[in-house]
C-alpha cells in the first residue's frame, strides 16, 4: 500500500458547521485522499481522479440518489468543513501521487499498438507485456517476462477490455504531460548530455539528445522529486562517451516521465531511467537497458537484441489489487456480485458492503483473496437477503495480509433491477453509430471517460436516440441519462474498439 499521512482529528460536537484546519497537504492527479467517520469511510479521492483543490462539503450526489457524499476539493492551507451533524471525523488520510498518473498503463513495461518485436535473450522484470489494438507478438522466447504476463488484443474478452482500458490511461498520460506547465517549463535543446538537471519540466519544441557525456538527474534528498522531459520531435541516446541517464540525490526512476512527440531510440549499451511516453515508436538497441517503461502510443516497441527492462523502483509499494471489472444484477430472487483482478499483492480478502437508500454500508459476506498473483481471477458473491429498498449500494471491501485496505467503486440497482439502459451495439467499433434505449423520457444524455471527464451531450426528449462514435477515442466509457425533472439517472458502462 502507499504510505499514509495520517492526521487524527476528533470534534466534540456538530451543532453548527465545524471547521478543521488540515495544514498544507499536496496531492497530485493521483494522490489518495480520504475522508473517515465512525461508519467507514464517507468519501475517498482515489487515483486517476483529479487533484485536490477548493473547499470540502457535504451534498447528495445526483449519480447516486439519496447517497451521502463529501465533495473532495480542498487547497493547501485551508478549512476542512462539514455539515454533516450526525458524524465524527475520526481521520482524514492521503499520499501524494505523481503529478502525471499512468493508472493502468503503468501495469506494463511494454505497451504498444502495432507490433512489439524482440531479437535475443531479453528480460521483462516485474511488469507486463501488452499490445492493442494489433495482435503480433514476436521473439518471446527467447525473450521472457518474470512476474509478469504477455497480453494480446483478442486473446479474451476481459485481455481485450483491460487493453483498450490501458491504452486509453497511457493516451490521457501523455496529453497531461505535454500539456504540463507547472513548474514553469525550462526551455532546453539538443545534447543534454554532461548536464545535471534538477526536478522540474524541461521543454524542446525539437528532438533532444544524449550524447556528449552522461545526463544526470539529482534530486537534492527529495524521494518524491519529479521530472517531465517534452520535446516535439524524437529523443535519442547515443553509446560512446557517455548516452546515460544517472540518478542522484534520491531520484526515482518512476518519477520520470519522457513525453515523445515521436519516435525514441535508446543507443548501444547505454542504460536509462524512467517512463517513456512516445507518440510513435520505441526502439532499444543492442544491449541498451531501462529501469523503467517502453509506453508506445500509436506504433511499435522493438528489442532489437538482449535487453532489459525493469520495473521503476519506488519509495512507494505497488497497489495490492489492480480491479478491471465489478458489476451487479438480479438473478431470480438474489443479488448476483462480481468482479474480476488482473493482478494481486499481499491480498488476504475482499468484504461485500451494501448499503440500502440513503444508509450506511454494512458488511454482509468475505470471499478469500488469491495474495500473490499475476493471473486474471474472477470473484462472485450471491446476496440473498431479501431488501425493500429504492436503491441497492455495493462496493467491495479489499484487505491486504498487515491489515491495510482499499475501496473500490460503487455500483447501485433501482428498486432491485439493473439500471433500466439499453446500450447498442456494445462494444461498438469507432466510426459505428451508438444507440441508447431508456426505459423512461431522457433529457440529457451524457458521455464520461473511464476518468470521468465528459466527453458529450446531448439534450434530448425521448427514450431512444442514437449518435456516431468517429471523434471518439477507442476506450471505456459510461453513459449517463438523467431526467431532473423526476430526479432520476440511470448509467450503463460502453466499450469504444
Not at 483498450?164 to 506547465?181: R, V
Request: net charge negative.
Amino acid at each position: 500500500m502507499k504510505k499514509f499521512l495520517l492526521l487524527f482529528l476528533t470534534l466534540l460536537a456538530f451543532s453548527t458547521v465545524s471547521k478543521l484546519h488540515l495544514g498544507q497537504i499536496n496531492l497530485g492527479a493521483a494522490g489518495h485522499f480520504a475522508l473517515h467517520s465512525s461508519d467507514g469511510i464517507l468519501q475517498e479521492h482515489a487515483p486517476s481522479h483529479s487533484p485536490l483543490t477548493g473547499d470540502i462539503g457535504y451534498y447528495n450526489s445526483s449519480d447516486l440518489p439519496g447517497f451521502g457524499y463529501v465533495n473532495y476539493v480542498m487547497p493547501a492551507g485551508v478549512d476542512l468543513q462539514t455539515t454533516d451533524q450526525d458524524k465524527e471525523i475520526l481521520e482524514v488520510s492521503g499520499s501524494k501521487g505523481h503529478s502525471i498518473d499512468l493508472a493502468t498503463a503503468g501495469n506494463f513495461g511494454i505497451l504498444a499498438a502495432t507490433t512489439i518485436t524482440n531479437s535475443g535473450n531479453s528480460e521483462v522484470n516485474g511488469l507486463h507485456v501488452g499490445l492493442s489494438p494489433g495482435t503480433a507478438i514476436t521473439g518471446f522466447p527467447p525473450g521472457v517476462v518474470n512476474d509478469g504476463e504477455i497480453y494480446a488484443h483478442g486473446d479474451s474478452p476481459e485481455v481485450t477490455d483491460m487493453l483498450i482500458l490501458a491504452k486509453q490511461d497511457l493516451e490521457t498520460a501523455y496529453l497531461a504531460a505535454e500539456a504540463a506547465t507547472t513548474p514553469a517549463p525550462v526551455p532546453v535543446a539538443g545534447d543534454l548530455g554532461g548536464s545535471t538537471l534538477y526536478p522540474g519540466i524541461y521543454n524542446s519544441t525539437s528532438t533532444l539528445v544524449i550524447d556528449a557525456g552522461d545526463l544526470t538527474l539529482d534530486a537534492q534528498g527529495d524521494p518524491d522529486a519529479e521530472w517531465i522531459f517534452q520535446m516535439g520531435s524524437t529523443l535519442t541516446t547515443v553509446a560512446g562517451t557517455g548516452g546515460n541517464v544517472v540518478l542522484a540525490g534520491g531520484a526515482q526512476a518512476d518519477n520520470i516521465i519522457w513525453q515523445v512527440g515521436s519516435s525514441a531510440t535508446i543507443g548501444d549499451y547505454t542504460s536509462f531511467y524512467g517512463n517513456i511516453l512516445a507518440r510513435t515508436s520505441i526502439t532499444m538497441n543492442t544491449g541498451a537497458t531501462i529501469e523503467g517503461r517502453l509506453l508506445a502510443n500509436d506504433d511499435a516497441v522493438t528489442l532489437t537484441s538482449t535487453n532489459i527492462i525493469d520495473s521503476p523502483s519506488t519509495t512507494d509499494d505497488p497497489y495490492p489489487v489492480e480491479l478491471i471489472s465489478f458489476e451487479v444484477k438480479k438473478e431470480d430472487n438474489a443479488i448476483c456480485i462480481t468482479w474480476t483482478t488482473a493482478t494481486e499483492i499481499n491480498n488476504d480478502y475482499f468484504t461485500v458492503e451494501r448499503a440500502a437508500d440513503s444508509g450506511y454500508f454494512q458488511a454482509i459476506g468475505t470471499v478469500e483473496g488469491a495474495g500473490n498473483s499475476n493471473e486474471i481471477r474472477h470473484y462472485s458473491f450471491i446476496d440473498t437477503e431479501v431488501l425493500y429498498a429504492d436503491y441497492l449500494y455495493y462496493r467491495i471491501k479489499q484487505t491486504d495480509y498487515d491489515g491495510t485496505f482499499t475501496y473500490s467503486w460503487i455500483e447501485y440497482l433501482i428498486n432491485g433491477d439493473k439500471k433500466e439502459l439499453n446500450v447498442f451495439p456494445n462494444p461498438v467499433s469507432r466510426g459505428e453509430d451508438l444507440t441508447i434505449q431508456s426505459s423512461g423520457e431522457m433529457v440529457v444524455l451524457s458521455l464520461y471517460n473511464n476518468l470521468g471527464v465528459l466527453v458529450q451531450s446531448i439534450e434530448t426528449g425521448q427514450n431512444q436516440t442514437s449518435f456516431s462514435t468517429n471523434l471518439l477515442k477507442p476506450g471505456l466509457y459510461f453513459v449517463l441519462v438523467t431526467n431532473p425533472a423526476n430526479q432520476t439517472s440511470i448509467s450503463e458502462k460502453v466499450i469504444i474498439r
